[in-house]
Each structure stands twice: as structure tokens, then as C-alpha cells.
């Protein structure tokens, strides 16, 4: 029962939440604060800002690589749906998956602390989970099993999974007119997770359709095993136990003015690991004996009227046992992400840029590259357009603006958000970070593009 | 500074665009109650059957046959009836024995006796009064013996009864009662001897008879007073007489050792149809532990059937048969009566036999010496053995199961098979060949249709078989496509009726050569089903 509904956490989780940090549009915003935990070399156009607290900087992400809605459901002509199955399965790949993420700041602020020096806190809570499945799976549903005779379906699943606070303290430092580098160190305290390090599952039909199953599986969770039995709570009292589960990240990057027009930068995101030591359990299928071989029903057993069907469904439950151990500890990775940046400006206040960018989580390893335009409408407000794409998606247009009406600073950014309303039934993923922070102190000179079209304002 | 026309016109925009994404997004598309139904149509193939099958897995619904290998290797069914009889230990009957014995005063005496005094000092010897036997020797597990005495004297005396013949251990069986003059003049003790061997044979005529020497001592006394003219009065009475063994010469006599109707319908139940088996045999095996000549008469031996018909057993050798006996107490002694028409008793299919049988013991035998045990039994075993060898046709094997089909088309999920294809490898060791069908039936068992057409026949051919074992086995390996119609019976029907109709191999010109079924032979079986479904499910 208790691992029925871990399985079924689990799957709400990946159902309700799955999320990939990667923003494209927001690198050449830079008047938005938020801009630097892409790059924390990127210094804000105010001197000081203070992130309101729980509304300053709200972020989400969605990215499903199978399939989109249209994909799925067709309107027929009396206006209902039709659900097509066949269609979805033959938009999946070998491997598709599901990722998502979320982030809202609790509390953050900056300001500069020299010419040179700027420094930001930010006290940010994060989610993401990635769950990555087979179209063998959709294929065994959709399409039966009878296409695979005398071959192998993987059926192996994959999520990775956490849930934790940053508390993290950066600062750029402009090293000279053209060099600018920053960094933000955090710390990290866990609060749910599940990694999955083997979870292979495979479906063999012979030839007379005897089926075969085997599994070697071994899951890692910290903080699910509670949940399942109803004792997860986060309050003032039980907080202290999810420090038990530390970690530290570094953010690092820089940017580089090569000349007037142009310049580039890099970033490496969430270097570091999160110890978990909380509430650790282990869920392992043995590979050595995890397997059934399903050939029916015993013609001696059907002969001799015992009860054959049961005594088969009794052998497949017991050789798929799983083992559950508790205690212990693990280290899991955060995901890794890094950025490459040219920016080339235009004239009247007008940038243009390319995004490079590369996300590692888990066993998925997903990349994109977005061109991405922005214009400065004096110091009130910016706007930016954006094109990307990454791995089945191609469509996606994105929008972010920056309204200042100071102290208030109103901003929404997306990586889709523009197309999604033109086809949103056909994305399949999107982003958007949005916030109000309170902003002080107008820099003209930061704010300022730094070549001879400044002159041009 | 930017003024308040231009502040405003960002504010339209925004508003605008706002206005525009949430009126580019159709509520309905995600509104779930839209959807009229999901519908697929997988293929699924799954191996339903599989395993090995011989005939020894049907013994249990073989009536009363075991299945047993003979050392070629040949099956056989092995059938037994056993009875037992102890009738043959009431040839010696042993009765209550009443015996009285008087003795005069061997002396005269008075006055004052100042030390024991034998007056009485005699055997006597009682005749245990057996019949049907001279018998030498018993060992008794008991005996009861109820001695009254009395004296004409009142005097106190000492009786001390001696059985030299009754030996405890060896050593003869003694009792003593003491009477005092307060006792009354007749007295009355009862005894019980256990374990102790009888020596029957000191007395003439030297059998059934057993000696009791009796003395009588007055006890010293003053004022005693005894003649010759007194006496001892005795009266024995033996009860309760329970041997282990005797031995003896038992006298001619005859006891029924078996009368029997035995009901057998292992004939009818087990072998309908058509056939013809080779090499069947019956016996009778007689068993006993009498060590006596016996002579056995089969007073009536037949067997019958269900249509009154009735075919006499005949036997070797015939009745009356003279049959072996033990030599030796503890052993016994076997012989074997063959029935000689035992293929024409299996082909007249009884469903019972009938046999009288009656001991003769020391027929016209007029001496020696005999014994038996309480123990001693006489033990009838009636045996059929009936090898799977010869030919068959007709023979049917039916199983019924329970299916539930319908149960996978639940509330809103309706599942049509399209198409399926039964495919198989059924590899046959036996000579015989095996035509598969399927009738499904609905809960009140009437019959919906067959799983197969006429002309879609699942034959499996018979092996090739020779009085070595099997030469070739027949195979059937083909897949077999099941119409629509018949699919959606199968989901439609709550019983299947399986039927295998049996028929051994059959020559070209259509003879049926008897053919044998070994041990090693089975039929193995691999079966899977392939089915092209449309499942519809309707939120």
C-alpha cells in the first residue's frame, strides 16, 4: 500500500509539476534585477532593489517533449473532443520527457556597495522534477504488444525529483571597462527528493507470445516515505529537520565588452550538491531476480484443478518484491546549467542578442539557442522579443517587459508566452518569471549603453 | 521623464495584450467533459496455455485405477479389490469348560495337630472340551479359571492346586488358597492366567486335555478331628479362553472365506467409446497365514454388466484348487489364480463381479499337525492390469471452465475484438490422434457456438509408436484464425466446454493398428492468442 502511494505521489508530482530553468528573453533585460541569477556577472540598472517578499521574482517552466495538446485531442464538428491516442504515440520518441520547475523568492535585495562592486541576497525556494519515459510504454497501451514479437519493449522510467531553499549571496565586480565577473555562493537546505539511479524495465514477447518481464530498479528518496505516511509537515517546529539536509551551489560568470557594439558573456548555474541525510529510504528490485516469465496458465495445474490463474498472479507479485531499506545518506547534484551570451547593440537603445544554453539534470541533457531583442523606452520601461528553440520545440516566441514606476518595478518575462496565445495547443513549453520589486536609484551610467550610441539617445 | 500620454499608451498595450492572450484561450479545449470518447485499437498477444500433459496427470479422475509402467516401459492401468477374512480361526472353537473332582481323606486323625498334615494329595485332569481340532499345544493369552472348594471337615487346610502342563516361562503354574474354620465350608476363588503355554498332549487321548495335581494340608490345630471318610469337593470352571496361537490337527471342515458382489464401474466409467486392448489381465491373489492344507472352491465367479448380461470368470487353475500353506507360525503363503478370459471380461465392460469362495481344510486328510494364530487371516485380492496397448476410437475428454470475459468491458469501457489467431504447437507422444474444440456456453450452460468452424479443425496427429517406444511424434504448429462472430461469443459466454475426441492411429485404409502408449510419452503444449481489439472508453 505504502508503495502505491509513493508511486502515486510520485506521479502527482510529475503530473502537476515539472519544470526547466532556462531563460532566454530575461539575459538582455538587465534593468530586471532577477536578470542576474542567469548570469551573476550582470549587474542591475539601479543601485539598490529590494525584492517584495513572496512576490518579487515568481517563476515556472513546463516543458513536455512528447507531444502537445493538438497532438492529443481533436474537435470534431458537434464540438467535442476526440482523444487520439494513435496520434500521440506516434509524436513520441524513443526517449521523451517531462520537466518542471518553479521558483518563488521569499526575500531578495541589492545594492551597490562601490563603483565596481554590486551585491545581492536572495532567499529563493525551488522545485524541479524530471521524469523521463520510453514511447515503448505509450506503444504496449496504444498499439499492444503484437508488433513486438520476438523483441524487446523498454519500458524503463526515470524521475529525479527535489525541492529545496537557496540562500544565496552574490556580487559582481567590474574588473575593468571591459571585464565584468560575479559570483553568488548558496546554501542549500533539502526538502523533498527522489533520484532514480537504475530503472529498467523491459517487456520481451516470444514467439508464442510468452511474455517476460524484468526489472532492476533502485529509487532514492529523502522526505517521501514521511509524506506517504502523513507525516510531512513544514512548519517553525519541523523546518529543522529538513537542515539536516545541507548543500552548497556556486553560480559564476562574466562578460566581456570586446568593443563598442559588442559584447559577450558565460555563466555556469547550480555547481554544487545538496546532501540528504533526512528521512532516506531506498526502494530496490534486485535485477538478479526480478523477472517473470508470463506463459500462461499450467496445463498439469488446469488438469489437476488447483487454482493455476492465482498461483500465477501470486508468482509474478512475488518475484517483483520490492525491497524498501531506510537510513543512510546520499548526494544529489543540482542541475547544471550554463549560458553563452552575445549581445550586439543598434541604435536607439536597441540590443540584439543570441543565448546559448545547456541544462544537465539528472540522465537528461537538453540545450537551446534563442535570439532575443530588446529596446529601452528611457528609464520607465523596456521591452524584448525573443525567438528559441530547443530539442521538438520550435515554436517558441517570447515577450518580457519592464515597467518602473519607481519605487515599483512591474516585469514579466517569458520564453513563450507570446505564441502560446497564437497556438497553444500545439507548444510544448513555457515559461514565465514575474514579480514587482521596489527600486531605488536610477544608475544612468549602468543604464547606460556603453558605446557612442549612447550618444544617439 | 516620460510623459503622461506616452505612460498611458504602455498601459493601453499592456492592457491589450493581456486582454488578447486570455481571448486567445478556448476554455473548452480543456474542459474534459467535451470529450465524447477514447478509442484505440491495439493488438495485444499474450500466451495463455502452455506446459506438459501425460497420462499419469488424469489418474486422479480414473476411478479406483493407478497408473503404473511395466519394464518395457509400457502404461498400464493397475486396478485391486482386497478383502480379508479371519473366518478360517473359528475352526478350533474353544467353549467354557465345567469340571468337578472329589477327594476322600487320606488319613485319621485326632486330637491335637502340633504341624501340617497331607490328607489329600491327587490329579485330575479336564478335558478343555474343543472342537474341530486335537490340539497339542495353545499358547494362551488368558484363561479364566473359577475354582469352588469345599471339605466335609471343618477344619482350616491349605489347598495348593499345581498345572504342570501350563508352563509360565517355564515353570509350572501353582496357586495356594488357605481355608480357617471361620471361612465358610464351601469357598469360591477366581483366578486369571495369562501368557502361558498349554501342553495339551500328557493325558490319553494326548490333545485338548490338561492335568491339576491337588494336595490338601490341615493347618496345625488343637481338637482336630478327621476320617477317611471325609473329603474335598472341587469344581472348576474355565471361561474366557483367549489363544494366540494352537497347534494340532484341525479337523475337515470348510468356512466361506469370501463372499463378495464387488461393484466395479472402472470398466464402463473409464473406457467409453470404441476399443480393443491387448494383453489385459486379471488374477486372483490368494494370501494366508493358516498352516493347514486348504483347498479353495470358487462356488461362483462371474462378472456383469450394466445390461444385466452376466460372463463367468474362468480361472487357472480351476476350482477346486489346492492351495500352498505356511510351514512355519508367523509366515504365510501366496499363490496366484490367473482368470484365463480376462480380454473378453474387459470387453464385456462389467460394472461388477460376483465371487463366492469357500476353505476346505484338511480335505481328506486324516492326520498332522496344524496351526494357526489369532492373528491368522485369509486375504482375496482381485487384480486387473490393463496395458495401453491396442486400439481406440470415440473416446472423449471434456473439461468445463469458467470464463468471464465480459468482466474487461466494464462501466464506459466497451472492448470489440476485431480479429484473433489462436496460435499453437501442441508436439504429441502419443499414438493417438487428439481433435480440439471449444463449445461456449452461457449461464444457464446453453450452448452459444463453437470456438472453431467445422472446417477449422485443430487435429493433432498421433506419434508413430512400435513395441520400443516412440518413433515419430505427430505435431500440430499452425495459427489458427477465430471469426468475429465466434470472438464475440467467447465474450459473451460464462462457460467453455473443452473437448479432446481421442482416436489412435488410424492407417490410410483406415484400419487402426493396436499401438502402444509408453511412459516417457506427453503432449506438450504452447498456445497463445493474438487479438486485434477496439476499446472505446467513454468519460
Known amino acids: 500500500m505504502k508503495r502505491y502511494l509513493l508511486l502515486s505521489i510520485i506521479s502527482a508530482t510529475v503530473v502537476f509539476s515539472a519544470y526547466a530553468q532556462q531563460e532566454f528573453t530575461l539575459h538582455l533585460m538587465q534593468t530586471i534585477p532577477q536578470s542576474a541569477y542567469n548570469n551573476p556577472a550582470y549587474v542591475p540598472t539601479f543601485n539598490s532593489y529590494i525584492g517584495l517578499p513572496g512576490i518579487s521574482s515568481i517563476y515556472t517552466s513546463e516543458y513536455n517533449s512528447g507531444f502537445s495538446y493538438n497532438d492529443v485531442f481533436t474537435r470534431r464538428e458537434d464540438d467535442s473532443l476526440v482523444v487520439n491516442l494513435e496520434a500521440l504515440n506516434n509524436k513520441l520518441k524513443s526517449r521523451n520527457y517531462f520537466i518542471n520547475q518553479q521558483e518563488i523568492d521569499v526575500l531578495s535585495f541589492g545594492f551597490r556597495l562601490n563603483p565596481k562592486m554590486y551585491l545581492n541576497f536572495n532567499l529563493t525556494g525551488k522545485n524541479i522534477e524530471a521524469f523521463e519515459y520510453p514511447n515503448d510504454i505509450m506503444a504496449l497501451f496504444v498499439n499492444g504488444n503484437s508488433d513486438f514479437i520476438g523483441k524487446t519493449m523498454n519500458l524503463s522510467l526515470s524521475l529525479d525529483g527535489m525541492g529545496y531553499f537557496e540562500t544565496g549571496v552574490g556580487m559582481s565586480y567590474k574588473v575593468n571597462d571591459k571585464l565584468t565577473v560575479g559570483a553568488r555562493f548558496k546554501y542549500l537546505s533539502g526538502i523533498i527528493n527522489a533520484r532514480t539511479n537504475q530503472a529498467d524495465f523491459e517487456l520481451f514477447t516470444d514467439e508464442f507470445y510468452a511474455l517476460t518481464i524484468s526489472g532492476d530498479m533502485q529509487i532514492e528518496t529523502s522526505g517521501i516515505d514521511e509524506m506517504s505516511n502523513g507525516d510531512y509537515a513544514i512548519g517553525v517546529k519541523d523546518i529543522s529537520k529538513y537542515f539536516k539536509n545541507s548543500g552548497f551551489g556556486l553560480d559564476i560568470g562574466g562578460t566581456y565588452q570586446i568593443n563598442d557594439k559588442f559584447r559577450v558573456g558565460a555563466s555556469i548555474s547550480d555547481i554544487g550538491f545538496i546532501n540528504w541525510k533526512n528521512d532516506v529510504t531506498s526502494y530496490t528490485l534486485e535485477k538478479e531476480v526480478s523477472e517473470f516469465t508470463w506463459e500462461g496458465i499450467d496445463i498439469q495445474e488446469l488438469i489437476t484443478k488447483s487454482d493455476a490463474l492465482d498461483n500465477l498472479l501470486d508468482s509474478l507479485e512475488n518475484s517483483f518484491e520490492i525491497v524498501e531499506a531506510h537510513g543512510g545518506q546520499y548526494k544529489t547534484a543540482l542541475p547544471l546549467r550554463t549560458y553563452v551570451t552575445g549581445r550586439y547593440l543598434l541604435p536607439r537603445n536597441t540590443e540584439v542578442g543570441m543565448v546559448f544554453f545547456s541544462e544537465k539534470y539528472g540522465k537528461i541533457w537538453q540545450t537551446g539557442i534563442g535570439l532575443v531583442g530588446n529596446k529601452q523606452f528611457g528609464k520607465h520601461f523596456d521591452f524584448s522579443l525573443s525567438y528559441s528553440f530547443r530539442k521538438n520545440t520550435y515554436n517558441n516566441l517570447g515577450a518580457g517587459f519592464s515597467l518602473r514606476l519607481p519605487p515599483f518595478q512591474i516585469y514579466a518575462v517569458s520564453d513563450n508566452l507570446l505564441g502560446a496565445p497564437l497556438y497553444l495547443n500545439n507548444i510544448k513549453y513555457i515559461n514565465l518569471r514575474m514579480g514587482i520589486n521596489l527600486v531605488f536609484n536610477w544608475n544612468k551610467k549602468q543604464a547606460a549603453l556603453p558605446n557612442s550610441l549612447t550618444n544617439l539617445r | ?539
Open chain 2, 1 to 539: 521623464m516620460i510623459g503622461y500620454r506616452s505612460k498611458y499608451t504602455i498601459f493601453f498595450v499592456l492592457i491589450l495584450s493581456m486582454v488578447g492572450v486570455v481571448a486567445c484561450f478556448n476554455e473548452d479545449d480543456y474542459n474534459l467533459d467535451k470529450i465524447a470518447a477514447i478509442e484505440w485499437d491495439p493488438s495485444y498477444a499474450i500466451k495463455f496455455l502452455h506446459g506438459e500433459l501425460s497420462i499419469n496427470d488424469f489418474e486422479k479422475d480414473l476411478k479406483d485405477f493407478d497408473i503404473r509402467t511395466d519394464p518395457d516401459g509400457l502404461l498400464y492401468f493397475y486396478y485391486e479389490s482386497y478383502n480379508e477374512s479371519d473366518s478360517l480361526t473359528g475352526i478350533v472353537e474353544f467353549s467354557d469348560v465345567s469340571a468337578n473332582a472329589s477327594f476322600n481323606s487320606m488319613v485319621n486323625f485326632v486330637g491335637s495337630l502340633n504341624e501340617e498334615l497331607l490328607v489329600v494329595d491327587d490329579t485330575f485332569v479336564i478335558d478343555l472340551g474343543l472342537s474341530g481340532g486335537q490340539i497339542d499345544s495353545v499358547f494362551y493369552e488368558m484363561l479364566g479359571l473359577d475354582i469352588i472348594f469345599g471339605c466335609t471337615a471343618n477344619l482350616g487346610y491349605e489347598l495348593t492346586f499345581t498345572f504342570p502342563t501350563f508352563l509360565e516361562e517355564g515353570v509350572p503354574i501353582t496357586r495356594t488358597y488357605t481355608r480357617t474354620t471361620n471361612d465358610p465350608i464351601a469357598n469360591q476363588r477366581l483366578d486369571q492366567f495369562t501368557g502361558f503355554l498349554a501342553d495339551l498332549t500328557q493325558d490319553d487321548p494326548p490333545y485338548n486335555h490338561f492335568p491339576i495335581a491337588i494336595q490338601a494340608k490341615l493347618l496345625p490345630a488343637s481338637n482336630v478331628t478327621i476320617t477317611q471318610a471325609d473329603f474335598f469337593e472341587f469344581k472348576f470352571d474355565i471361561s474366557n479362553q483367549d489363544f494366540n496361537w494352537i497347534v494340532g490337527y484341525f479337523e475337515p471342515q470348510s468356512r466361506g472365506l469370501s463372499d463378495e458382489d464387488l461393484s466395479i464401474d472402472i470398466f464402463d466409467r473409464n473406457f467409453e467409446g470404441e476399443y480393443g486392448l491387448e494383453g489385459t489381465k486379471m488374477s486372483f491373489e490368494i494370501e494366508h497365514d493358516f498352516g493347514v492344507p486348504i483347498r479353495l472352491a470358487f462356488n461362483t465367479l462371474q462378472a456383469s454388466n450394466s445390461e444385466g448380461a452376466v460372463l463367468p470368470i474362468e480361472i487357472d487353475p480351476v476350482s477346486p484348487i489346492d492351495i500352498n500353506y505356511p510351514t512355519v507360525l508367523g509366515t504365510s503363503a501366496r499363490d496366484l489364480i490367473t482368470v484365463t478370459n480376462a480380454s473378453d471380461i474387459f470387453n464385456f465392460k462389467p460394472d461388477g463381479f460376483q465371487y463366492q469362495v469357500e476353505a476346505f481344510v484338511n480335505e481328506g486328510i486324516g492326520d498332522g499337525r496344524n496351526f494357526l494364530a489369532d492373528t491368522s487371516k485369509a486375504r482375496v485380492k482381485f487384480i486387473a492390469e490393463i496395458p495401453l496397448w491396442g486400439y481406440a476410437s470415440g473416446i472423449v475428454l471434456q473439461d468445463t471452465v469458467q470464463i468471464d470475459l465480459q468482466g474487461l468491458s466494464e462501466d464506459g469501457v466497451e472492448i470489440d475484438p476485431k480479429a484473433a489467431y489462436l496460435k499453437t504447437l501442441i508436439t504429441n507422444g502419443y499414438p493417438v490422434d487428439i481433435a480440439v474444440q471449444a463449445v461456449m456456453l452461457d449461464e444457464n450452460f446453453l450452448i452459444i457456438d463453437s470456438l472453431l468452424r467445422k472446417d477449422q479443425t485443430l487435429l493433432v496427429k498421433a506419434a508413430l509408436t512400435n513395441d520400443t517406444g516412440i518413433q515419430e511424434e505427430g505435431v500440430f504448429d499452425g495459427e489458427i484464425e477465430l471469426e468475429e462472430q465466434k470472438l464475440d461469443a467467447l465474450f459473451d459466454a460464462t462457460y467453455m466446454i473443452v473437448i479432446g475426441r481421442l482416436r489412435t492411429f488410424t492407417n490410410t485404409d483406415g484400419s487402426q493398428p493396436n499401438v502402444k502408449f509408453f511412459e516417457q510419452a506427453n503432449v506438450s503444449v504452447d498456445m497463445g492468442l493474438r487479438t486485434d481489439l477496439n476499446i472505446k472508453v467513454k468519460p
